[in-house]
């Protein structure tokens, strides 16, 4: 059996996979089985943040397991701790609870909350209001977060205590928290799975407004927006507001499994010895590669971040067949006029892989593509689009 065959006899058939098999790749460049390359505005999923195969960051995990690569949290371990401090001196936040995945560094945030409201508000109130179309992870708790029908039906019974409202609808957040009392607020500043969708300002600054009012937590989940794919740091440092819980993974880690949920003041001493746990979290290996990428991801980074962005952003905009551009900084939603997985195939055909949300195109490349790769790729996607809309 060949690799194709293998993985659907005896892989769990959740996943509807892209017709190619990767086998190596660097920076930017992807390489499938048939030797053919890619330029990859995909990575992985907003996970390889500096491309693939990265000599830096190889070479600070390969140094950190030449030492040991796993001790467990019973002992401590440099990186760990030299990874929390970066994130909290980045962000004003207190302390991090290191995880494995997004969906653990949330189930955390939300474990965060619960424990928070207890204790101010007593155990009976404990709603967490989440926005429509968001995406918040795949464990059952996660998932009854998520604010879309589509990922909940056939796993009820639902972890109760969540309520869905529309993003950007102001007064629709205003009825809901008047109603319900939330002892928190969870957002994505970019709705990533939802169909690259940007939180406005001004709902952003009414949340902030509401959770001053009635006492509520902000829970930013940056899980694929965070770690300078924004343009800024995070994605939430774009909207003018301050959450108490930052969560992130994908990017953090590189390529290796990473989550973090990050304290903010009024939260930092919720956990007690016992109270959360996790046996890889802050892997030191992981957490080395992590802090070297953090340290690269400066302002001039973030400048250049924004430099594209803008740049796909002025090259898709009102081009043949493309309806809309959304987004953030160098996560960005495509809407076309043609089928997105026809444009993708096309893409892919002549080198280029991008990946879906929903129905649109979405571009997640990573921070350091190369300007030229960068340009040769958009033109084959603004090329496709067009021949798509024809079609
Ligand atoms: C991917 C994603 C998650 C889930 O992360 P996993 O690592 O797959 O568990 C949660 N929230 C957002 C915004 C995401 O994009």
Not at 43 to 63: P, R
Not at 318 to 346: F, N, P, Q
């Amino acid at each position: 059996m060949n690799t194709f065959e293998k993985d659907q006899e005896y892989i769990a058939h959740t996943y509807a996979r892209f017709p190619l098999q990767i086998v190596s790749g660097k920076g930017s460049v992807l390489t499938d089985s048939e030797g053919r390359e890619y330029i990859d505005l995909g990575t992985g999923i907003a996970v390889n943040t500096f491309g693939t195969a990265d000599e830096g960051w190889i070479a600070a995990v390969t140094a950190q397991m030449n030492l040991f690569s796993h001790s467990s949290n019973l002992f401590y371990s440099a990186p760990c701790a030299d990874l929390a401090e970066e994130l909290c001196n980045r962000t004003g936040m207190k302390r991090v609870f290191f995880s494995n995945s997004g969906a653990e560094a949330n189930e955390c945030a939300i474990k965060v909350a619960r424990g928070w409201g207890a204790s101010v508000y007593g155990p009976d109130r404990y709603t967490i209001v989440t926005l429509e179309n968001s995406f918040h992870g795949r464990t059952l708790t996660t998932l009854s977060a998520t604010g879309q029908d589509v990922f909940h039906k056939d796993f009820t019974p639902l972890t109760p205590g969540f309520v869905h409202t529309p993003a950007n609808d102001i007064e629709a957040l205003r009825k809901v928290v008047a109603q319900v009392k939330p002892i928190a607020v969870m957002f994505e500043a970019v709705q990533g799975e939802g169909g690259v969708l940007p939180l406005t300002r001004e709902f952003a600054a009414e949340m902030a407004k509401l959770s001053e009012e009635y006492g509520f937590l902000l829970l930013a989940d940056e899980v694929q927006i965070g770690n300078g794919r924004s343009g800024s740091l995070f994605g939430y440092m774009n909207l003018g507001i301050t959450p108490d819980v930052v969560t992130t993974a994908k990017g953090l880690g590189g390529g290796l499994p990473i989550g973090a949920t990050l304290l903010g003041e009024r939260v930092q001493d919720v956990f007690t010895p016992g109270s959360n746990g996790s046996t890889f979290g802050g892997n030191p290996a992981v957490c080395a590669g992590a802090l070297h990428l953090l340290k690269r991801i400066d302002d001039a980074l973030l400048a250049e971040v924004r430099e594209k962005s803008e740049y796909i952003f002025d090259a898709l905009t009102d081009a043949e067949g493309i309806r809309s551009v959304s987004g953030m900084g160098l996560m960005i939603g495509v809407e076309t006029e043609g089928d997105a997985g026809e444009i993708l195939a096309k893409c892919r055909e002549r080198g280029v892989i991008a990946l879906k949300a929903k129905s649109k195109v979405r571009l997640l490349p990573p921070l350091n593509i190369p300007f030229p790769l960068l340009k040769q790729a958009i033109t084959v996607l603004k090329e496709v689009c067009a021949e798509c809309a024809k079609g």
